[in-house]
């Protein structure tokens, strides 16, 4: 059998990060699987390419130039996907690239630092996908010797992935095919590993599948668990006992004392989500107006408070549950059975999006999406998709449906069309929109329909500004000057996925303290101008890799229902959308060459020349 | 958008940070900037107050544009700012006379907003103090320009307002808490 397997380390430079302890120690040592053949690296700069199906082994010195320009998570995933993936594959064939990413922060005294990130094509939507998960799972990556595994083919037989303090093992996972995330981690975890795996869901190459991290964490949107399906691969665990090397010490503590100054200064952060976690969005949202309901036909839901963070509070015995390194401790779980609570997306779409006020009813939902490994958010809005066609209220049936790969499992978009009825899908590029209905927060709604990787509130974080007032509270009901913001946003947000860290420290920190922390992280200076414009970079290459797709600018739009009656002028969101691209450098939607070559994207950007030649 | 900058010319003015004519303001609006008309009153500003020039490159309406509007291109070009804020605030031009370099808030909001604050030269509606200031603007959210008055950035206005209150505000603090120690 051949297992067409890569591991691809990229280390930063000399420079940036001492060669860790392990492997002077001991030369990291690759056991293939079944063969037993052996490479033996001398030091950890060197990058290994393992791909069976070409029967071939490569060790490969890292460039300095994409660990400066990228810097980690989503930056270098990104970056590595476009260079390595060709065009129009398909994203469940052992074509496509899964990489596993942590940043020059990941797991050290950073706060909120204990993300990592998955990147590769999304089978849901086509386009490239990012998507992250919090818990311990990254932190243990980096201290087992890896900043980027590359997961490339496909194996015949269920695998799963293991490091052990710089030894990786590729084994047997056929017992293990066919089992949810619960029992599948509490396989794995044992002598004290920490595992990402995928459910049935994953196996099944369910478009929304999600990749689970320690039981509960998920890197839930584009369905990239289906791809790690694809590949037989049911796991990845990983241990490890190296230090995390930090280049500038003295400056990392002053820079982390402010962070968390200002992060302890922050109401969001240190008071409301660390109260309620982040159910106590569903009043807020709800008194807004912006609460989706009945599939984004209403924006109010009556029985709002049934199923929200202060219901939570009052009828649950809870636990607070948190990631490495987070004083917020956003996670809940019912202390008395044991089980995870939903986080407020999911509450939004299980419960007012369908037309649910039984709070229990979400709690189940939860749990069953997390077991078989299913995005919560689509799942939801896929449910209440199928609500508004075929009528009723019953959550179970439809998503039961969802998680045994019947036809719904496709996602809303799918679904409806085949109905005729494209307009019931609430998604943008066949990714579902969270819980915030764009009609009344309109910098949400650009950010949602120029997002690259389809409806999502994370690219630009308007929620901060337009609905919580920070750093700044500015009028959500009005597109004025929104273009210019939502794509500084974006660009902020790329570079703090790529540090990588919890999106909710830019509750409290701005791009400035993001530039200290991976100026003394990795031991070169960044200013706050060059963090944006890696962060802008990225932005732009992701868009070069959709356009390649032909993903084009007819897709920076948002489902119908939202311009109906008016209450989104089609003309205004044109108009706003046009003088965004005129911020971003674009003309409609492609970037400028100009743009391309001030952010060093010319090579990138060559196949865009000979198309248009 | 004349409205919004005239809002916050009041406010600056009412609130005592600079006198009628010592600043000037603009925003960022797609390749253009809007920025106040040299010899304008900030706490009168009308639409005939205002004017659009190319963010890009010097036009004939940088005639009539403030005089400083040189830095506030340079700021744009250099930087994702989309709002300046020029104020001729007294403790900030003290303090930029008492200390090189920088100084370093004492007061907690000072600290949490900014760190420390930069201490930057040139004169006056000068290249040279264009690219001190937008140097020093890629790092900050606001400097002093020595003997001269504060540049804040935003990346909406009322940011760059509160930018600039608050380094009058930590220039203030510090003056009086050195006055005393000093007695
Ligand atoms: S805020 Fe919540 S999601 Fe973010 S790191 Fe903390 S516990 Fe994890």
């Known amino acids: 059998m051949l297992i067409y397997i890569a591991i691809y380390i990229e280390k930063f430079s000399n420079k940036r990060v001492k060669i860790p302890k392990i492997y002077k120690r001991k030369p990291l040592k690759v056991t293939l699987y079944k063969n037993q053949k052996e490479i033996r690296l001398p030091h950890i700069e060197k990058v290994l390419t393992v791909d069976l199906a070409k029967d071939k082994i490569r060790a490969e010195n890292i460039q300095k130039e994409i660990a400066s320009n990228y810097i980690g998570g989503r930056g270098i995933g990104v970056k590595l996907l476009f260079d390595m993936l060709s065009p129009n594959i398909d994203p469940l064939s052992d074509e496509n690239i899964l990489i596993f990413a942590t940043g020059p922060v990941t797991g050290t005294i950073v706060p909120l630092s204990g993300r990592h990130v998955v990147v590769s094509k999304s089978p849901l939507t086509g386009t490239i996908f990012d998507s992250s998960a919090g818990g311990f799972f990254g932190r243990e990556l980096r201290r087992s010797g890896f900043d980027v595994v590359i997961i490339k083919g496909a194996s015949e037989k269920p695998v799963y992935l293991e490091i052990d303090d710089g030894h990786v093992d590729i084994k047997d996972a056929r017992d293990l095919w066919g089992k949810n995330v619960r029992e599948t981690t509490s396989f794995l975890s044992k002598d004290g590993f920490k595992v990402s795996c995928i459910g049935k869901a994953g196996e099944k190459l369910i478009l929304m599948s999600s990749i689970m991290s320690e039981y509960t964490h998920a890197c839930g949107r584009g369905g990239l668990g289906a791809v790690m399906g694809s590949k037989k691969l049911k796991a990845f665990r990983v241990k490890g006992s190296r230090d995390i090397n930090i280049s500038d010490e003295e400056k990392m503590k002053k820079y982390v004392a402010e962070s968390m100054r200002l992060l302890n200064a922050s109401p969001v952060a240190s008071k409301g989500l660390a109260y309620y976690g982040t159910p106590s969005l569903v009043n807020l949202i709800n008194t807004m107006r912006i609460m989706p309901t009945d599939n984004f036909r209403k924006v109010h839901f009556e029985n709002a408070y049934k199923v929200s963070g202060e219901y939570i509070a009052e009828n649950y015995d809870i636990k607070k549950k948190t990631c490495y390194n987070c004083f917020i401790a956003c996670k809940r779980e019912d202390k008395k059975r044991g089980i995870e609570l939903p986080e407020y997306e999911t509450i939004a779409m299980f419960g007012p999006n369908s037309m649910n006020d039984d709070i229990e009813k979400i709690i189940q939902a939860n749990l069953i999406c997390n077991d078989y490994g299913v995005d919560t958010i689509s799942a939801g809005s896929t449910v209440s998709c199928y609500l508004e066609l075929e009528g009723g209220n019953d959550i179970e049936t439809p998503l039961k449906e969802i998680v045994e790969g019947g036809p719904l499992s496709e996602g809303s978009l799918r679904y409806s069309k085949r109905k005729g009825k494209e307009g019931s899908s609430m998604s943008v590029k066949g990714l579902e929109i969270p819980g915030y209905d764009p009609r009344g927060v309109l910098g949400l709604a650009l950010s949602y329909a120029t997002s690259n990787r389809g409806a999502c509130h994370l690219r630009a974080y308007m929620v901060a500004p337009e609905i919580l007032g920070k750093p700044k509270l500015i009028d959500r009901l009005s597109f004025s000057g929104k273009s210019g913001l939502i794509q500084i946003f974006q660009n902020i947000s790329a570079g703090i996925h790529s540090l990588v860290m919890c999106q909710f420290s830019s509750f409290a920190l701005s791009e400035e303290e993001y530039s200290n922390l991976l100026s003394a992280a990795v031991g070169e200076k960044y200013t706050s101008e060059e963090f944006i414009r890696m962060g802008e970079r990225i932005y732009n290459l992701e868009r070069l890799f959709n356009i390649r797709e032909d993903i084009s600018y007819s897709h920076d739009t948002l489902p119908e229902r939202f311009f109906a009656e008016d209450r989104i002028s089609k003309e205004e969101f044109d108009s706003v959308l046009d003088e965004y691209y005129v911020y971003r450098g674009w003309n409609k939607g492609v970037p400028t060459k100009e743009k391309l070559d001030s952010l060093g994207l010319k090579k990138e950007a060559k196949f865009l020349v000979e198309r248009d030649s | ?183």
Not at chain 2, 164 to 173: A, N, P, Q
Request: include cysteine; glycine fraction near 8%; aromatic fraction near 8%.
């Open chain 2, 1 to 183: 958008m004349w409205k919004e900058i005239a809002k916050f010319g009041k406010k600056l003015v009412d609130g005592g940070y600079l006198s009628s004519h010592f600043g000037n303001i603009s925003v960022r609006v797609g390749d253009s900037i809007t920025v106040t008309r040299s010899g304008s009153m900030l706490d009168e500003i009308t639409e005939a107050s205002v004017v659009t020039v190319d963010l890009h490159k010097p036009s004939s309406l940088d005639l009539i544009a403030s005089s400083e509007t040189i830095v506030h291109r340079e700021i744009y070009k250099r930087t994702s700012a989309l709002a300046v804020i020029h104020a001729h605030c007294p403790f900030a031009v003290v303090e930029s006379l008492l200390n090189d370099g920088s100084i370093e808030p004492y007061d907690s909001e000072g600290k949490f907003f900014f760190h420390e604050i930069p201490i930057v030269t040139g004169n006056i509606g000068t290249k040279e103090l264009a690219e001190n200031v937008a140097t020093s603007l890629e790092q900050h959210k606001g400097c002093i320009v020595k003997a001269h008055g504060t540049f804040a950035v935003g990346k909406i206005l009322e940011e760059a307002y509160v930018h600039t209150t608050m380094m009058e505000h930590s220039s203030k603090i510090k003056y009086y808490c050195d006055l005393t120690k000093n007695k």
